[in-house]
């Protein structure tokens, strides 16, 4: 039996004084990490999404991020770290 899995890898990119530059990902989950609930918030199409969790795991090296769409929808998303 066979499995094909597809990955698709994306280098987020941020405007930054005129220039592109490569966005600072543990800059960001830092500074969500010491804001409440309510600015954690965003519009996202018709619904509201926000941050719910972050962390690192050392094993897979790895940010885990889980976020919550208006209390109905919950995801997980792997990033892994790049040095």
């Known amino acids: 039996m066979k ?11 941020q405007s930054a004084e005129g220039r592109e530059a490569l966005f ?10 010491s804001r409440d609930l ?3 918030t965003h519009p ?3 619904d509201k999404v926000r ?8 094993s897979y090296n ?9 209390g109905l929808l919950m995801f997980r998303l792997c990033l892994d770290r790049i040095h």
Do not use: P
């Open 3 to 13: 499995k094909k899995i597809k990955f698709e890898y994306f280098q987020l990119t």
């Open 24 to 33: 600072d990902l543990e800059a960001w989950i830092a500074g969500m990490d």
């Open 38 to 40: 309510q600015s954690r």
């Open 44 to 46: 996202y199409k018709e």
């Open 51 to 58: 941050l719910k969790e972050s962390y690192f795991n050392m």
């Open 62 to 70: 790895c940010w885990f991020l889980r976020f919550m769409r208006q």
